[in-house]
């Protein structure tokens, strides 16, 4: 068992911490079930990732709404942020229970994709490689979306997790990018990423 | 041919506690945003809703007749139908909070504005191109993204339903991405007109 994170107070604003919270966990049951349904330990394993993340901000989330208590007052207002906090750590969680499913090998009934298929659109995660194009490329100019049908959806930077980054973002080795798109698309971004894709759109870049 | 008539039964069954448990918690998000003890009290009926559907999901992947061998697959449904009636649960908490008469700190709200997946109303104006429509033909989620959850006419609530008409002055709850929100208050103000 890997050890948890030492937690120490950070001033960090309670309504950046419930946003993070907020979009990370339905970022995760998205994910979550996109592992499920195509059988990937990788995506599974980036949800445990992002569940490690969610736990770290709901601790320092609670200290910093106990700290903002004043008077008998705040504590009534602040104890509803508290438990909105805990029910989005509470979706986290189901979300990494899907992945230890994925994780320990247990298979989902290929029928069960077909039901929950409901858009032409998939997830996918991919490692930007030392070699890769798009590693030093700002967002912007890469244009994905209009090229290649692909949005990145979420990058990880180490314990760092940049939700819809904007198009000022640039991509560095290492970096772990959660994409949505056509399955084409997707899979073309991947290829890209990890650096077995040299041309992006017929063209080098 | 019997087995896959049962198991079809199953993945319904299943699609419609996923579906569920999500519906909830976007009500659940909504209910905070608006301080609504009517949406909060929807969700806790839901709840109970879900209770049922699981048991009932439960009994059915138990009573399939499924090999030894298969027993893994049908142990990976019974977990997944786990998660969503957790999920549901979650969702019962949020609404929790309206009930139990706590005014709904305003970081709430914010957050809700903020987050990527947004809860947002929509009031329907009489020269909106939605008025009279029913909500199959005014095909909201093609052209906003934004799927509406629940609609205020008057005093009530009503759960929407492929047929429900729409009516000039009906608040529309949806939730979505938060790209879609702008074209769907456009769209329910009558400032914009259909793209077909």
Known sequence: ?205 | MLFRKHFKKIVNKLVELKDTSELMMDLAYSSLLLNSRELAEEVQELEEHVDSLHTEFELLVLSSGFKPEESKDFLGLIRLGVVTEKIADAAAEIAEVVLRGLEPHPVLKLVIEEAEETVTRARVSKKSSLTGRSLRDAEIPEETGMWVLAIRRGKRWIRPQPKTVIKAGDVLIASGYAEGEEDLLKLASGTSKFSS
């Open chain 1, 1 to 205: 068992m890997e050890g948890l994170e030492k937690i120490e107070y950070k001033p960090v604003s309670v309504r950046d911490l419930l946003v993070e919270m907020k979009d990370l966990s339905e970022l995760m049951i998205d994910l979550a079930y996109s592992a499920a349904l195509f059988h990937s330990d990788e995506l599974a394993k980036e949800v445990l990732e992002l569940e490690k993340r969610v736990d770290t901000l709901a601790y320092i989330l609670d200290m910093n709404a106990m700290l903002a208590a004043r008077d008998a007052e705040d504590a009534e207002s602040l104890v509803g942020v508290s438990k909105v906090a805990a029910a989005t750590n509470k979706i986290s969680d189901a979300a990494a229970d899907i992945a230890a499913i994925v994780l320990q090998k247990i298979d989902i009934h290929p029928v069960v994709r077909e039901a929950f298929e409901k858009v032409e659109e998939r997830l996918g995660r991919a490692e930007v490689k030392p070699n890769s194009i798009i590693a030093g490329k700002r967002l912007g100019d890469l244009e994905l979306a209009a090229k290649i049908g692909v949005d990145i959806i979420h990058i990880r930077r180490g314990k760092q997790c940049i939700i819809n980054p904007n198009e000022d973002e640039t991509i560095v080795e290492g970096d772990v990018l959660i994409v949505r798109g056509a399955p084409f698309g997707v899979e073309e971004l991947e290829g890209l990423a990890n650096g077995t894709v040299r041309e992006f759109e017929g063209r080098s870049i």
